[in-house]
């Protein structure tokens, strides 16, 4: 059963702080991807990775950066946390050249 | 660029209703589209999907026919149930696009008893 786990469900944190949202995947895929979901405002594409060691940015990378150390795992990094990075977090992974992709669960981030 | 429009929730429907949620693209190629499904709690799981024009996906009931003249991937299922009730998401991913997916807004169905 493929699968994507994603390192907390929710999480608080406070303005400011370094945040790390972490991603794995059992699938050996290639690429990985990290959305945020909003109401109103579907689901936007943050950052995107093909290959280990390898980023694009996405449509709102602002704020934001990535690590793919090995290929199971992406990591989603918010250096400085503010109150506009409440959200759900949504973590995606699929093989090269095929456009299904398979969704981890979601973190509910909260800053105050 | 690539857009996709939902029609705009939340839907409410009496169990065993029929049901319609409209989709429409903007693409400049000749993308792939799909349906997915978010249950409360959880990520989104693919539902449908069509790959090139006429083509019918179909899954658990619902069907969505890729209408390439009318930009359309309209969601249909002629009897829904209470455990439908969840967010339906539209998706293209364009030729050259890199295996990204452009999404919509996603639309909430709320299925009654």
């Known amino acids: 059963d493929v699968k994507v786990t994603q390192s907390s469900r929710y999480l608080v944190k406070r303005t400011g702080e370094k945040v790390f949202l972490e991603c794995v995947q059992d699938m050996d895929h290639e690429n990985m991807f990290w959305y945020r979901q909003d109401p109103g405002l579907g689901l936007r594409l943050i950052y995107f990775s093909y290959d280990v060691k390898m980023k694009e940015k996405g449509d709102i990378p602002e704020g934001y950066s990535v690590s793919r150390e090995k290929k199971e795992r992406f990591s989603l990094i918010l250096e400085s946390a503010s109150t506009n990075q409440t959200s759900m977090y949504l973590c995606a992974s699929s093989f090269q050249g095929f456009n299904e992709q398979f969704f981890g669960p979601g973190t509910r981030l909260t800053v105050l | ?113």
């Open chain 2, 1 to 113: 660029g690539d857009s996709v429009t939902q029609m705009e929730g939340p839907v409410t429907l009496s169990e065993e209703a029929f049901l319609t949620i409209n989709c429409t693209y903007t693409a400049t190629g000749y993308p792939s589209l799909f349906w997915y499904v978010q249950y409360p709690g959880e990520g989104l799981q693919l539902l449908l999907k069509a790959t090139k024009a006429d083509d019918k996906g179909s899954n658990k009931g619902f069907e969505a026919t890729y209408r390439k003249e009318t930009t359309s991937f309209h969601l249909e299922k002629g009897s829904v149930q209470v455990s439908d009730s969840a967010v339906y998401f539209c998706a293209l991913s364009d030729v050259g696009g890199g295996n990204k997916l452009t999404f919509g807004t996603g639309t909430q169905l709320k299925v009654e008893l």
